[in-house]
């Protein structure tokens, strides 16, 4: 059975929730899955995924009349990060429509308070299933938000194998030159939103600290100003703002290891794309990112706020750079491919619309 799905992000910005919830939206396409997207509402970027909005803003009451109307359309809603976790789970009230959760950060992270948790506790409790993307975060949810454990399940963070792959030194020179950064020596790559949870600033402390390696920070955010400010004083010349992207791939071809700084994280997808393209990663040891970096397998694992631990991981996965990117890629190659992934999602969304 291929029931209609209506996958629900929280805007039309190329982060990685929304592209992963595009990307999973065209495999499941592929494989015969009437499947539709939309956005609650546009993003500031200018490098948008092309899906509809529904309002103006994430909780305008037109975007939300707009979801109802969509969702009495499908068998099933989908609903990828937490915005869309309050919008489908107030806003699809009386409805009678279904729909699935899938929770892409962590809950002791962003539902810390006794209100936050209560109020996600009451929607989160409304979906018909919850998609942990690690077994870990399974066990969370449940013991977070009191959920029936027959109603978590463990579908990983997935990207496609075809899009990311290694550079050969042609390919990376190519890349370098076209993102404006130095054709030689050793490049870290930071992807992602220049928020404050991100904490790109231990990133460039870290270089600063290295005085031969050059930083790539491809993102947008409120963060940025202050970020520039600290590029200049602590490593000047050596930190390059590419800006957002239309996508990763030609970031990670230009760089010789991805550093990810966070104070808290689900998985990101950018870990699972670097392993695929061969980089080793060094990132904070925060969410389920243990789950694509382990130890000496695929990167190295620092604690978080910690810059100079992570200037020293740098340099070590830099001195055993393909080791580490080889078993990297051989990891993601075969737990995080998207193929695999959306037949798992397939079968748990024939499974929900049967209810």
């Known amino acids: 059975m291929h029931p209609d799905v209506l996958h629900v992000l929280s805007s039309d910005q190329r982060r990685g929730a929304e592209t992963f919830g595009y990307d999973l939206h065209a495999a499941l396409r592929t494989r015969g899955v009437r499947s539709k997207i939309c956005c609650l509402a546009p993003g500031g970027s200018e490098r948008r995924l092309p899906v509809p909005a529904l309002g103006t803003s994430r909780f305008s009451p037109s975007g939300l009349f707009a979801l109802r109307r969509q969702a ?13 976790l309050l919008a489908c789970g107030a806003g699809l009230v009386a409805t009678g429509a279904p729909f699935v959760y899938l929770s892409i950060g962590d809950p002791r992270y962003w539902a810390g308070s006794r209100l936050r948790r209560m ?16 077994p870990t975060a399974r066990g969370v949810l449940i013991r977070h938000y009191g959920l029936s ?16 792959a290694p550079a050969d030194r042609d390919s990376k020179i190519a890349a370098r030159r076209a993102l404006g950064l130095p054709l030689g020596g050793d ?13 790109v600033d231990v990133a460039i402390a870290a270089v600063a600290q290295q005085p031969d390696l050059v930083l790539a920070i491809a993102g947008e955010g409120r963060e940025r100003p202050a970020l520039e400010t600290l590029a200049r004083r602590s490593a000047p010349g050596r930190v390059h703002f590419l800006g957002a992207t239309d996508g990763s791939a030609e970031v990670l071809a230009a760089a010789d290891v991805l550093a990810l700084s966070s104070d808290s994280e689900g998985v990101p997808g950018i870990l699972i794309e670097a392993g695929l393209s061969g980089l080793p990663v060094v ?4 969410g389920w990112v243990s789950d694509v970096v382990r130890p000496d397998v695929s990167g190295l694992l620092v604690p978080p706020a910690e810059p100079e631990q992570l200037g020293a991981a740098l340099r ?14 051989e990891l993601c190659l075969a737990e995080f491919d998207l193929a695999t992934i959306a037949e798992k999602w397939q079968r748990l969304l024939a499974t929900v619309a049967l209810h």
Do not use: Y
């Open 149 to 164: 454990p027959a109603k978590v399940h463990v579908i990983p963070n997935g990207r496609s194998t075809e899009r990311f």
């Open 187 to 199: 490049v870290v790559a930071v992807v992602g939103a220049l928020s404050a949870e991100k904490r």
């Open 316 to 329: 070590k996965a830099l001195d055993e750079r393909n080791r580490l990117g080889r078993g990297g890629r």
């Open 283 to 286: 990132a904070t040891d925060v």
């Open 119 to 134: 109020r996600a506790t009451w929607l989160i409790q409304r979906a018909v299933a919850v998609v942990a993307i690690s």
């Open 72 to 84: 009495a359309l499908v068998g099933v809603v989908v609903a990828h990060g937490s915005s869309t």
